[in-house]
Structures are given as C-alpha cells and as structure tokens.
C-alpha cells in the first residue's frame, strides 16, 4: 500500500512536470474567465497570493485543492471584494471534514458588474434597456491525506460568464498536493488549475439580419443568422509553492512564503510573502506580487487576521497600480 501510495504521488509530480512544458511560450492575455485568476481570500490576497503551501481556511483551496486535508472543522467562509468599475468579487466555501475519509468542500465564486444601459448606433445615448455582466464558477473539491506527509485533492469546476443575453460555459478541474518535507520547517506544494474544455460565446444578442446574396433582387434579404464566435481556452495555471517556518515558539510563529507561476495567458512570475503569527490568535502579514514579470502594475500587498472563538475575521489590502487599490473582507465561521 506504501509502495501504491508513493508511486502515485511520484506520477502526478511528474504530470506537473510535464504540463509545465506546455506552458513554454505563453499566450498573454489569450484566455476567458480571467476572473479566476482573482485570488480568493484576504489572507491570500496580503500575502502577495503566496498561499498555495498552507492551510488557513476554506479559500486555501482556491490556490491548492491538498489544502482541504489540512482541516479537522467543518467549516463555512465568505469574502467580498468591491473591484474595480462597480464590479464585485463574492466567494463562499462550504468545508465539511469526514475524517480519515478525507474532507469535501463545495465553493461559489462570482464576479458582477452593475446594471449598465444598452446601447447601439442608434441610441448612442442609451436604449433604456439593461444588462449586466456575470461571471460564476461552482466547485467541489475532495482531498485526502495519502501518507503522513503527503497530501493531495482535486476541485471540479462548472463555468459560465454572461453578458445580456449571451454566455458561454466550460468545465474544469484543479488538483494539487502538499508535501512535509523530512526537513520539518520547509513545506512543498504543487497545483495546476483551470484544466479544462473551451469557451465560446453563444446567445441571441449575436443573431444578426443577412442577406445571402446581396447581387439578387426579390430574395430573401432578412434571413436571421448567428455570428459563430471564437473559442477560448481557460487560463490555466501551474504553481509550484514553499513555505519555510523561520521561528515557531508558542507565542510567535514566523512563515515566509512564495509561489512560482507558470500561467498559460501570461509570462511567468514569483509571488512572496510573510506571515507572523502572536499566541495562534493574531496575524500580520505582507507580500509581493508579479516579481520578474514585466509591466507589472501593483505589486504591494498588506493585512491582518484575528481569530475570535470559531470565528475567523481578516482585511487585506491590495496595490493595484494604476488601477489604485482593492480592498478584501474575510469571515469564516467553524462549525
């Protein structure tokens, strides 16, 4: 069973591995449902997005589906983000742990805009008709410890962004483990996410009058037709993470953290950051985001964590250049 349990950890190494070649020349900016490179969670988001090696709450397994092995609560978590533009970041996770059966989790993340006025060549000024923009992914993650110091879990994703009347749908799948190296202050990670089918846009807003020979008089000059738009791959994303505890005493703990990033629709960068922890209660934390990737725009990142009871409550504050500032509010609540 030992023998079974390794060479499966040592398979899907080598699988990300392997993927990671895949991502030898990136395709910047060449992807759809960006809004799932949004990371999810104040602690994250002040670490710089540094937090796919340990486990803090249920939106750990955004970054690293392992993480849910770590948990021995049931657990329910909420984070809003007002972005940027009216637009509004929600993500929920649900964290129900079964013990040695491993821990399952079902997550909601939805990207919104506000309602905005429909326009066209001729009311330029607006139609008086609304929509809206929407984004959403539902997930449900499974993750088990495999031997004392591996871990490994696996999310499975629906997609869907809309905009009016148009949508588009993908399915998914992230996976990933952990490692306790025999090194016991040095940590191990890796997770690819966002492995999945296409995108494309298909809906009424893209039916269109045509005229199938503009040459011919007394035809059909009004046939309705659908534009048939292009498919998009899903920003996939392979993250190899270390988290390195610097000083863990009783009342102080002091982690220092980084992911590298192999993004399919980007260039690859490093994100780093520091945690430090007073009587397992109250965290301070700050990170750096994009390091060696060019044109970066906000690479600061700050906030704090207190944990009241059952009650888990964290702010972050995140740099986003010119684009100023974003703000994330966390709670989550042990069960």
């Not at 929509?131 to 696996?154: C, E, K, P, S």
């Amino acid at each position: 069973m030992h023998f079974l349990k390794t060479t499966s950890v040592l398979g899907l190494a080598l699988s990300f591995l392997l993927l990671s070649g895949l991502f030898a020349q990136s395709k910047v900016g060449t992807s759809a449902a960006n809004f799932l490179q949004i990371g999810a969670g104040a602690r994250g988001a002040a670490l710089g997005d540094a937090a796919s090696t340990t486990y803090y709450d249920a939106s750990s397994i955004y970054w690293n589906p392992a993480l849910a092995a770590f948990s021995d609560n049931n657990q329910v978590f909420f984070n809003h983000t007002n972005w940027f533009a009216g637009i509004s970041l929600n993500y929920g996770s649900g964290m129900l742990n079964f013990g040695s059966l491993g821990s399952f989790a079902l997550t909601f993340y939805s990207l919104t805009t506000d309602q905005m006025e429909v326009t066209d060549e001729t009311y330029q000024d607006g139609t008086g008709a609304l929509f809206t923009v929407q984004d959403i992914m539902v997930g449900l993650t499974y993750a088990r410890a495999l031997t004392d110091r591996f871990n490994i879990g696996a999310t499975i994703k629906y997609i869907n962004e809309t905009i009016w009347n148009t949508s588009a749908t993908a399915l998914a799948i992230d996976v990933g483990l952990t490692f306790h190296t025999p090194l016991e202050p040095l940590h191990l990670a890796m997770s690819i996410s966002n492995f999945g089918t296409e995108m494309r846009m298909d809906g009424t807003d893209l039916a269109v009058r045509y005229d199938p020979d503009p040459t011919v008089g007394g035809n059909n000059d009004g046939i309705v037709a659908y534009q048939k738009t292009k498919s998009w791959s899903l920003p996939v994303i392979l993250r190899f993470g270390l988290a390195y505890s610097v000083i863990r005493t009783e009342n102080v703990d002091v982690h220092l953290l980084g992911d590298v990033l192999y993004p399919s629709s980007n260039n690859n960068y490093v994100n780093s950051g520091v945690e430090v922890g007073f009587n397992k209660r109250y965290y301070l934390r700050a990170g750096y985001r994009q390091l060696f990737l060019d044109d970066a725009e906000g690479n600061l990142s700050m906030g704090a964590g207190v944990k009241v009871g059952s009650l888990n409550l964290d702010y972050a504050f995140s740099d986003r250049g010119v684009l100023n500032s974003v703000q994330y509010f966390s709670v989550a609540f042990n069960l």
